[in-house]
């Protein structure tokens, strides 16, 4: 059973108090008893979106389903699987390809969330069509990436396997009746996955959309589902303390408490084996509580420092692996000054079950004390709004009108309100809007390469130690889908660098899976995402600067950009 210590300092009595609120308020029982006025008093999004608390009893039942498909995969001659889909669709499927070895026999997993035309291409580079089994994975059966990636892949299927046999190639896992649904029997998928409408895509991971590709590469459903099971029974106890049973209740109410304290940077540091767990608990977190100008910011893969650059903003999270070396600063260090500090241990990588249920349940209890609806995401819908009129300015001008850059220099062009003669002048001035409570959200519309991570860590450390302040990395589009919610809808408090780049190459998105013609490909609709995501930031007040990469190598071009303001 997944052990947490919390060390609270200044902090206890608060976090005390409302544990003794929550239990006269009976949350825990009326939250399983499916009562929406735990968060909100209307029922608008809550009272649909509350399968995930009975999810690892449900898929107990759909175990024997999932191994007969996979008997049926291998049987067929698949050696590999390719998911198609973006956040909660593609996230929890991440951590199963990153976390568990394939069992021998299985399938090796691909999870394709990106619309970079180099990174589709890489990635696809890798597999055989014809042993290559593809998951199209989207709850609404709407996501524009997911189907424009689901478009791409099947031309490539229908020219390669031929219009007969490439729908043997696809399943799909949607909702039940979704526009996803008509398309699979249109293109004859080899299989429809229907989900439960009452779960969120966030809350999804112990569903079919994370346990189908669990299955398809060998992890044993049943101990990572007992592991969830027990997790749910001690999530049920109803009075709370600090040293209660139900660890996922305390944990909750001592994020809000902490977030209404001030300190809404919870800042994770993760053992190796189980690192992508970071990328899923950012989405579930940040989507989950930024909105109603407050917010939970969960800092991800930022480099261990002194803590002496740590502001007052800040709770530190460890999750470690018994037998792991620990991967987080001198915590000893970090109490003494004041840090609250959360200790969360596993002794089994399978306990990732236990997890994924511990950080719904409590995530659920932040929500409540913050008095936010954790399950909707209202503020994404203005990216989406933005977006679709980019893109429709494409289809009718052929043209993405980005302004004028106020610097362009050597390969870089830098566009922003700010007045500037160089870019380091643009940078300084942007960061100096930087307040002790600022983050920096680093927006990198860039093909996802190791070398271009490096670079961009370099930099974010570099602006962490000098401003001493919290600072986030995302690739687009699939931040959108994770962090993109609390960006427009938190307090207002971080500052946005987009870093985009000219495409080298384009891939043609087909209009229609059973037509070659396009009218789009995914350069232009990754230039329309970053376009409408700034948009969206400046409808709602954020500050928006961005560097764009026109010349040579975009590793090189980020590791300038760190040079001039070092």
């Known amino acids: 059973m997944t052990a947490i210590e919390l060390v609270l300092g200044p902090y206890r009595t608060a976090v005390e108090s409302r544990l003794s609120a929550l239990t006269r308020a009976r949350v825990v029982d009326r939250i399983h008893d499916l009562d929406h006025t735990v968060w909100k008093m209307d029922p608008h999004e809550i009272t649909n979106r509350l399968g995930w608390l009975h999810c690892p009893e449900t898929m107990r039942g759909r175990i024997p389903e999932l191994e007969r498909f996979t008997a049926e995969a291998r049987g067929a001659g698949y050696i590999d699987a390719v998911v198609l889909g973006m956040g909660g669709s593609s996230l929890a499927p991440e ?3 990153k976390t568990f070895p ?5 399938l090796d997993l ?14 696809l580079s890798r597999i055989d069509l014809s042993s290559t089994l593809f998951v199209v994975s989207t709850k609404s059966g709407t996501t524009v990436e997911t189907l424009s990636l689901f ?12 219009a007969s046999r490439a729908g043997e190639h696809f399943v799909a896992v949607t909702d039940p009746g979704t526009p996803l649904v008509e398309t699979a029997r249109r293109c004859s998928f080899r299989r429809v996955f229907e989900g439960m409408p009452t779960i969120g895509g966030r809350f999804s991971a112990l569903s079919i959309f994370g346990l189908l590709p669990a299955s398809l590469i060998g992890v044993d459903l049943a101990t990572l589902l007992e592991s969830a099971t027990e997790q749910a029974q001690s999530c049920r106890a109803p009075e709370l303390t600090l040293d209660c049973p139900n660890r996922a209740a305390v944990l909750g109410a001592a994020l809000g408490v902490l977030a209404q304290a001030g300190r809404d940077k919870l800042t994770f540091f993760i053992s190796e084996a189980a690192s992508s767990f970071g990328d899923w608990v950012e989405q579930l977190v940040a989507e989950s509580t930024g909105k109603q100008k407050t917010g939970i910011l969960p800092v991800i893969g930022e480099a261990p420092g002194g803590v002496d650059l740590y502001g007052p903003d800040r709770v530190f999270c460890s999750i470690s692996l018994k037998g792991e070396p620990p991967s987080s600063p001198e915590f000893g260090r970090l109490v003494d000054a004041g840090h609250p500090v959360i200790k969360i241990f596993i002794d089994d990588l399978h306990e990732l079950g236990g997890l994924f249920y511990l950080w719904e349940f409590a995530t659920a209890v932040a929500g409540h004390v913050l008095g936010i ?9 203005s990216t989406k709004k933005h977006t679709k009129a980019a893109t429709e300015e494409y289809r009718l001008t052929g043209r993405l009108e980005t302004g004028e850059p106020i610097i362009a220099q050597d390969g870089i062009e830098v566009y922003g309100g700010m007045k500037a003669l160089t870019l380091r002048d643009a940078l300084i001035s942007f960061l100096f809007q930087a307040r002790e409570d600022s983050y920096l959200a680093i927006q990198a519309y860039l093909c996802p ?7 961009l860590d370099i930099l974010r450390t570099l602006v962490r130690d000098r401003y001493r302040i919290a600072t986030t990395l995302g690739f687009g589009p699939r931040f959108l889908h994770s962090t993109g919610q609390l960006h427009k809808g938190d307090g207002g408090k971080g500052l946005f660098i987009q870093i985009t780049a000219d495409d080298r190459k384009d891939l043609p998105i087909p209009d229609d899976p059973l037509s070659d013609e396009s009218s789009m490909g995914f350069a232009a609709l990754k230039k329309a995402q970053w376009i409408g995501d700034a948009r969206a930031l400046q409808a709602a007040g954020r500050r928006v600067m961005r560097i764009h990469v026109t010349l040579g190598d975009v590793a090189a071009a980020v590791r300038r950009i760190s040079s001039a303001l070092a």
């Open 95 to 97: 951590v199963f390809a």
């Open 102 to 106: 394939t069992d021998s026999g299985h």
């Open 110 to 123: 691909t999870v394709l969330d990106t619309t970079d035309p180099s990174a589709i291409e890489r990635a």
């Open 151 to 162: 478009s791409y892949c099947y031309g490539l299927a229908r020219k390669a396997l031929g």
């Open 373 to 381: 609806n954790p399950f909707d995401q209202p503020d994404v819908e």
């Open 449 to 455: 390469t190791s070398e271009v991570r490096d670079a």
